[in-house]
Protein backbone atom coordinates (compact mmCIF):
# COMPACT_ATOMS: atom_id res chain seq x y z
CA UNK A 1 0.00 0.00 0.00
CA UNK A 2 2.62 2.25 1.08
CA UNK A 3 4.94 1.78 -2.59
CA UNK A 4 1.28 2.05 -4.26
CA UNK A 5 0.71 5.44 -2.45
CA UNK A 6 4.15 6.39 -2.73
CA UNK A 7 4.19 5.90 -7.04
CA UNK A 8 0.65 6.85 -7.14
CA UNK A 9 1.75 10.92 -5.41
CA UNK A 10 4.84 10.73 -7.57
CA UNK A 11 3.03 10.50 -10.76
CA UNK A 12 0.54 12.58 -9.42
CA UNK A 13 3.57 15.32 -8.55
CA UNK A 14 5.18 14.53 -12.31
CA UNK A 15 2.10 15.04 -14.27
CA UNK A 16 0.69 18.03 -12.27
CA UNK A 17 3.74 19.94 -12.54
CA UNK A 18 4.52 19.41 -16.33
CA UNK A 19 0.95 20.35 -16.64
CA UNK A 20 1.48 23.49 -14.77
CA UNK A 21 4.84 24.53 -16.34
CA UNK A 22 2.94 24.37 -19.85
CA UNK A 23 0.46 26.67 -18.44
CA UNK A 24 2.87 28.85 -17.31
CA UNK A 25 5.06 29.16 -20.32
CA UNK A 26 3.16 30.33 -23.83
CA UNK A 27 4.83 30.09 -27.04
CA UNK A 28 5.13 33.90 -27.98
CA UNK A 29 6.48 32.78 -30.85
CA UNK A 30 3.23 32.14 -32.51
CA UNK A 31 1.98 35.76 -30.81
CA UNK A 32 5.03 37.23 -32.58
CA UNK A 33 4.30 35.65 -35.79
CA UNK A 34 1.20 37.17 -35.84
CA UNK A 35 2.46 40.67 -34.92
CA UNK A 36 5.41 40.54 -36.89
CA UNK A 37 2.86 39.64 -40.08
CA UNK A 38 0.30 42.42 -39.58
CA UNK A 39 3.15 45.19 -38.84
CA UNK A 40 4.78 44.24 -42.15
CA UNK A 41 1.54 43.40 -43.92
CA UNK A 42 0.39 46.96 -43.80
CA UNK A 43 3.53 48.27 -44.51
CA UNK A 44 3.99 46.23 -47.77
CA UNK A 45 0.26 47.17 -48.65
CA UNK A 46 0.50 50.64 -47.92
CA UNK A 47 4.21 51.41 -49.46
CA UNK A 48 2.54 49.62 -52.80
CA UNK A 49 -0.51 51.44 -53.49
CA UNK A 50 2.01 54.93 -52.82
CA UNK A 51 4.36 53.44 -55.09
CA UNK A 52 2.06 52.06 -57.75
CA UNK A 53 0.02 55.49 -57.85
CA UNK A 54 2.68 58.02 -58.08
CA UNK A 55 4.46 55.32 -60.10
CA UNK A 56 2.06 55.70 -62.79
CA UNK A 57 3.09 58.94 -63.35
CA UNK A 58 7.01 58.80 -63.40
CA UNK A 59 6.51 55.48 -66.15
CA UNK A 60 4.00 57.70 -67.73
CA UNK A 61 6.66 60.74 -68.12
CA UNK A 62 9.16 58.37 -68.96
CA UNK A 63 7.30 56.38 -71.65
CA UNK A 64 5.21 59.23 -73.26
CA UNK A 65 2.18 58.94 -75.21
CA UNK A 66 1.53 54.64 -74.00
CA UNK A 67 -0.30 55.13 -71.31
CA UNK A 68 -1.35 51.39 -71.59
CA UNK A 69 2.16 50.26 -71.44
CA UNK A 70 2.82 51.95 -68.70
CA UNK A 71 -0.11 51.17 -66.62
CA UNK A 72 0.98 47.28 -67.19
CA UNK A 73 4.64 47.89 -66.34
CA UNK A 74 3.29 49.80 -63.17
CA UNK A 75 0.99 46.85 -62.37
CA UNK A 76 4.08 44.06 -63.40
CA UNK A 77 6.62 45.80 -60.77
CA UNK A 78 3.69 46.03 -58.10
CA UNK A 79 2.86 42.59 -58.53
CA UNK A 80 6.56 41.83 -58.71
CA UNK A 81 7.01 44.26 -55.33
CA UNK A 82 4.11 41.74 -53.32
CA UNK A 83 5.39 38.19 -54.52
CA UNK A 84 9.38 39.50 -52.84
CA UNK A 85 8.26 41.18 -49.93
CA UNK A 86 5.52 38.90 -48.92
CA UNK A 87 7.96 35.95 -49.50
CA UNK A 88 10.63 36.96 -47.63
CA UNK A 89 8.63 38.09 -44.75
CA UNK A 90 7.41 34.44 -44.98
CA UNK A 91 11.01 33.14 -45.40
CA UNK A 92 12.36 35.25 -42.39
CA UNK A 93 10.17 33.05 -39.83
CA UNK A 94 12.54 29.77 -40.30
CA UNK A 95 15.61 31.87 -38.71
CA UNK A 96 13.69 33.00 -36.08
CA UNK A 97 15.31 31.87 -31.99
CA UNK A 98 12.41 30.46 -29.98
CA UNK A 99 10.89 33.56 -28.41
CA UNK A 100 11.00 33.38 -24.18
CA UNK A 101 10.03 36.86 -22.79
CA UNK A 102 8.40 40.27 -23.73
CA UNK A 103 11.27 41.81 -24.37
CA UNK A 104 12.99 39.67 -26.94
CA UNK A 105 9.26 39.74 -28.33
CA UNK A 106 9.81 43.09 -29.01
CA UNK A 107 13.68 43.26 -30.02
CA UNK A 108 12.77 40.32 -32.47
CA UNK A 109 9.94 42.18 -33.87
CA UNK A 110 11.80 45.48 -34.14
CA UNK A 111 14.50 43.71 -36.21
CA UNK A 112 13.25 42.20 -38.54
CA UNK A 113 10.07 44.98 -39.32
CA UNK A 114 13.01 47.46 -39.86
CA UNK A 115 15.18 45.04 -41.96
CA UNK A 116 12.08 44.63 -44.23
CA UNK A 117 11.37 48.47 -44.37
CA UNK A 118 15.22 49.08 -45.35
CA UNK A 119 14.91 46.28 -48.52
CA UNK A 120 11.99 48.01 -49.59
CA UNK A 121 13.71 51.01 -49.97
CA UNK A 122 17.01 49.80 -51.85
CA UNK A 123 14.36 47.57 -53.77
CA UNK A 124 12.29 51.21 -54.55
CA UNK A 125 15.65 52.91 -55.54
CA UNK A 126 17.27 49.76 -57.49
CA UNK A 127 13.44 50.23 -59.70
CA UNK A 128 13.58 53.80 -59.88
CA UNK A 129 17.62 53.26 -61.37
CA UNK A 130 16.98 50.47 -63.77
CA UNK A 131 13.73 52.45 -65.18
CA UNK A 132 15.50 55.64 -65.77
CA UNK A 133 18.60 54.58 -67.10
CA UNK A 134 17.25 51.64 -69.43
CA UNK A 135 13.79 52.92 -70.75
CA UNK A 136 15.39 56.02 -72.01
CA UNK A 137 17.92 53.56 -73.73
CA UNK A 138 15.11 51.63 -75.76
CA UNK A 139 13.31 54.70 -76.26
Known sequence: MDIAFYTFSTLHLYFSNN???K????????I????????T?????????????NGNIFVSQLIPNHEDLCHKINQLLL?????LNIGYCAMTIITWEKI??????IEVI???????????????YINIILLTNYIKKLI
Not at 32 to 39: D, P, T, V
Not at 79 to 83: A, D, I, S
Not at 110 to 117: D, H, M, P, R, V
Request: aromatic share 12%; hydrophobic share 55%.
Open 79 to 83: VGYYL
Open 41 to 53: GIIIVKVGRICYN
Open 32 to 39: AYIIYFSI
Open 110 to 124: TLKSAFIIIAIAVMH
Open 100 to 105: ENITQL
Open 19 to 21: LLS
Open 23 to 30: RKTMNLNI
